[in-house]
């Protein structure tokens, strides 16, 4: 079956330390995403990438990196300079047609503090 | 600067009941606006999509319509069952294009008593 894989389901990250979320998807979509979600809230854009070693910076940035090295993969790093890390990680994937496309997303990862 | 809202944050009802749920946007210049179901610690499942040329989608009990201008879009449940419980969150695709960025709403948390 397509779809999108995300591990681990559970991350935790100790002060300093940086982790790494890993996202792949076998749809053949262009574009990935990254989002972030806190609770009672929506979700919020990090980062997002709609070809291969390209990517653009979302509403949240900062304290995050991400590669696009592979179609089928868009790894999300979690750095030391992200403060409040502690949310749950949707990655999300899509074609780039005309007409209806929509968002197909992964299980997500929660990444908590030690 | 687009901002999505939906009312209300949390809904409870007895089974058998229609019901619906409330988005609203402050920018009508959408491409389209999704509805997705999202199920406890899981990913985000799209259930309606409806492009800004459109009014309404149905699929099976559900309906979403969709009212551009006055920046409003409705998720009518009918026959709410158990297996309905979940939060309901709605997003809309800015600008003119797929590429455009999704804005998600809060959510709404729904509660189907047997």
């Known amino acids: 079956d397509g779809g999108i894989t995300q591990s681990p389901k559970y991350l935790f990250r100790k002060e300093g330390q940086n982790v790494t979320l890993s996202c792949e998807q076998n749809l053949n979509h262009d574009a990935m995403y990254w989002y972030r979600q806190d609770p009672g809230q929506g979700l919020r854009l990090i980062y997002y990438s709609q070809i291969v070693n390209d990517f653009q910076k979302g509403d949240i940035a900062e304290g995050y990196s991400v590669s696009r090295e592979k179609k089928e993969s868009f790894p999300l790093t979690v750095t030391s300079a992200q403060k409040n890390p502690t949310a749950f990680y949707l990655c999300a994937s899509s074609t780039l047609g005309q007409g209806e496309q929509p968002q197909h997303f992964g299980d997500g990862t929660r990444l908590s503090i030690l | 600067k687009q901002e999505v809202t939906q009312i209300p944050a949390a809904l409870s009802v007895p089974e058998g009941e229609n019901l619906v749920l409330n988005c609203s946007f402050t920018?009508?210049?959408?491409?389209?606006l999704q509805w997705f179901r999202q199920d406890p610690g899981k990913g985000l499942t799209s259930l309606l999509l409806?492009?800004?040329?459109?009014r309404e989608q149905t699929s099976g009990r559900l309906n979403a319509s969709l009212d551009k201008s006055s920046g409003r879009s409705t998720l009518y449940i009918a026959a709410s069952q158990p297996g309905d419980s979940a939060t309901y969150l709605c997003?809309?695709?800015?600008?003119?294009?797929?590429?455009?960025?999704?804005?998600f709403g809060q959510g709404t948390t729904l509660q189907v008593k047997p």
């Open positions: 997003a809309v695709r800015r600008g003119s294009s797929n590429t455009g960025k999704l804005i």
């Open positions: 920018d009508s210049a959408i491409y389209n």
């Open positions: 409806i492009q800004s040329s459109q």
